[in-house]
């Protein structure tokens, strides 16, 4: 049952070995690809070939629609285009190669291809603000120093992006422009190639080992195939043969931070070490930079950058609170939609304009109640409720992946009085189809977007008006542009105001202004209506009136007071187990050790919302690390704790992860 431990002991006494070979799994792509036999390259050769084959029509069929692909030229053509043009079958040609009247080689071929040919679209000319705004970022590249680019919604910082970057083409450099999210990728990659072509490649964990390990060789050699790649996070570590330029798009997001597995690095960050050992410089663009960004800019650590206007002089969408507390005790509530709501979708869809929804949950419903006991189903796994997901009538976590059909009968009292409570996509996709029959819908969230292609597909059939409403979680917040969507509808603030963080109202700020500008972007002044229980907090005044330095001013305060970044530096250690106890003592035992070193410094240890996922207790301790304490000292201290706390028996498989910059 337990071998690994009798193995160790036998390599520490060398009674036996240990080998290990590195495998590569890259496989070059191959095919097919035929041309008539030299032997019958003559006219009359040919002729007498034609003839001898007079009693075999396919083969002669197979023969001429060769000479028809080839187009007067000698270039083989590829076996599979061949079958199709003339509808045979593999049979036929094998037949023609063992008489010797064709030859047959394997050619590599890129998985990494463009269709497009030529490059459609120069680049558009800019106006004042961006102009000012490229220069300002050159000179700050002079300077040496990373440009924080900070432009409202629809600014048009891409196209100063888009300048950039053919400058640092024009000098044989490569360039690296990172996405928060996947999602984004489709879109970009699209505009990007029609400026630049083929020199554009796209790398994320959706695409095939083969079709990254394709981008990783273009990369390394410098090729221009990979000239631009444009990418998630995982694609910092792509071996860089010249690189020159690094854009961080949405440098805010938190999809930059990776959470687990090991290692656990900020996309932003990482890129900025990048930069420096290559030599590149950095720019970092946000519509909602960061506060820790935002900091460093004021401080003069970066050069700040400002496009406070809208590109073409567009307005600013029309902000409008909606108090659900207020509607509800006027029943003027038809599902989660209050009239306000109902009366702009009407409008909007009247206009021929779209609409997006947001909602951060997906699912149907998160909570199933028995009314009659108040049991609800809980994950076996995890400390959390089953979240019930409608179209395939099934209950299932989103922690861990469990899943089970829903019951009819509670399962505490027996009693069929399960009912839903709170709301997700599903949910709200399911009540627009009943509020809108004629409109269009579409969900873009985890669950209908988990194929390769799927983000692609829903995004270009939105931009093609085929999809009238789109509900989506934070996915639809980040980014995308889209000319014709009227009205931005936030179904539920609540979620993001009360989150237990204390970036929470950041997050909510930045989430809500993203999703807000994804409207009126062209010739239109859009509308974006917030439902909240709570229209008069202060971070939801902010979202309506744009007004991002008071939220910084109020968000630097109270971190200040309270001792939380910028002000200080973040690490949480994560104690993690089976057993309940084992995690209370170890965390217990470690918790008192930082003290003994760092003081009040340590807070907790404290079990998490959720303290147990996939049948493993968590318990964390968060060590705050105040401006001029040495970091390698910290590093050491930690390290010297853990070695003690490793060196007693029952701590010894608790597992310690550690999380830099906690965010």
């Not at 069929?61 to 187009?71: A, N, P, W």
């Not at 497009?116 to 120069?122: F, N, R, S, T, V």
């Not at 609800?376 to 469990?402: A, E, I, M, W």
Request: glycine residues 8%; hydrophobic residues 35%; positive net charge.
């Amino acid at each position: 049952k337990h071998v690994l431990p009798i193995l160790n002991r036998l390599l520490r006494k060398k009674a036996i070995r240990l080998r290990e070979t590195l495998e590569a799994d890259y496989r070059p792509k191959t095919a097919r690809f035929l041309r008539i036999h030299p032997r019958y390259q003559e006219e009359e050769a040919l002729q007498a070939l034609l003839e001898t084959l007079s009693r075999a029509p396919k083969q002669t069929e197979v023969l001429l629609h060769l000479f028809q692909l080839q187009g007067g030229t000698d270039k083989p053509v590829r076996s599979r285009e061949l079958e199709q043009r003339a509808h045979t079958s593999r049979s036929v040609i094998r037949s023609l190669l063992d008489k010797e009247i064709l030859q047959e080689t394997e050619l590599t071929q890129d998985r990494v291809t463009f269709q497009g040919g030529q490059p459609q679209e120069p680049l558009a000319a800019l106006n004042p603000g961006q102009q000012r705004a490229l220069e300002a970022v050159r000179a700050l590249f002079g300077q040496g120093k990373t440009a924080l680019l900070h432009g409202v919604t629809a600014s048009g910082k891409t196209e100063v992006y888009s300048h950039l970057i053919q400058e640092y083409l024009s000098q044989g450099k490569q360039v690296l422009y990172l996405l928060p999210e996947i999602a984004l990728t489709a879109q970009m990659i699209g505009r990007l190639q029609a400026r630049f072509g083929g020199r554009v490649a796209a790398f994320h964990s959706r695409q095939s080992l083969h079709e990254r390990g394709e981008v990783w060789h273009h990369v390394r050699s410098g090729g221009e195939k990979a000239s631009i790649i444009l990418g998630a996070r995982s694609s910092i570590f792509l071996p860089y043969a010249d690189l020159g330029l690094v854009i961080v798009d949405e440098e805010h997001d938190t999809s930059y931070k990776q959470f687990d597995p090991a290692p656990r690095y900020h996309g932003r960050d990482a890129a900025l070490m990048l930069a420096a050992q290559s030599g590149a410089k950095v720019v970092l663009g946000s519509a909602t930079p960061s506060i820790e960004s935002y900091t460093n800019a004021l401080q003069g650590k970066y050069g700040l950058v400002e496009m406070p206007v809208r590109y073409g002089g567009v307005l600013l969408p029309e902000i409008e609170l909606v108090d659900l507390a207020d509607a509800y005790r006027r029943k003027q509530m038809q599902g989660h939609f209050s009239t306000r709501m109902r009366e702009a979708i009407t409008h909007q869809l009247g206009e021929g304009r779209q609409v997006i929804l947001f909602q951060n949950r997906r699912g149907y419903s998160p909570i199933v109640e028995c009314m009659s006991c108040g049991h609800v189903p809980g994950c076996p796994n995890c400390d959390v409720s089953l979240t019930y997901h409608q179209k395939r009538q099934q209950l299932r976590c989103h922690y861990c992946g469990f899943h089970r059909a829903l019951e009819t009968q509670c399962q505490a009292c027996g009693n069929p009085t399960l009912d839903t409570r709170g709301f997700g996509t599903e949910q709200v996709a399911q009540e627009l189809g009943e509020l809108f029959p004629g409109a269009r819908t579409a969900r873009m969230d985890l669950d209908t977007t988990r194929g390769k292609h799927a983000f692609g597909r829903i995004i270009e059939e939105f931009e093609a008006r085929e999809i009238d409403v789109l509900v989506g979680t934070q996915m639809v917040t980040k980014g995308l542009d889209f000319g014709n969507v009227g009205l931005v509808g936030i179904m539920n603030a609540d979620t993001l105001l009360n989150f237990p963080h204390f970036r929470a109202h950041e997050r909510c700020f930045q989430l809500l202004t993203q999703v807000a500008g994804r409207a009126g972007r062209k010739d239109f002044r859009g509308l974006v209506l917030i439902q909240s229980f709570n229209p008069h907090h202060q971070i939801l005044k902010q979202v309506s009136t744009g007004d991002y330095q008071g939220m910084y001013r109020e968000q630097c305060y109270e971190r200040e007071q309270f001792h939380y970044p910028p002000s200080v530096r973040l690490i949480k250690v994560t104690l993690r187990h089976r057993e309940w106890n084992r995690v209370e003592e170890g965390a217990a035992w470690f918790a008192r050790s930082m003290r003994l070193v760092f003081g009040k410094a340590v807070l907790g240890p404290e079990f998490p919302p959720v303290a147990r996922i996939r049948n493993q207790y968590h318990k964390q301790i968060l060590l705050k690390i105040a401006p001029g304490q040495s970091l390698p000292q910290t590093k050491n201290s930690i390290k010297r704790i853990e070695q003690s706390f490793n060196a007693i028996s029952q701590f010894r498989s608790i597992r310690l992860i550690y999380n830099v910059d906690y965010i």
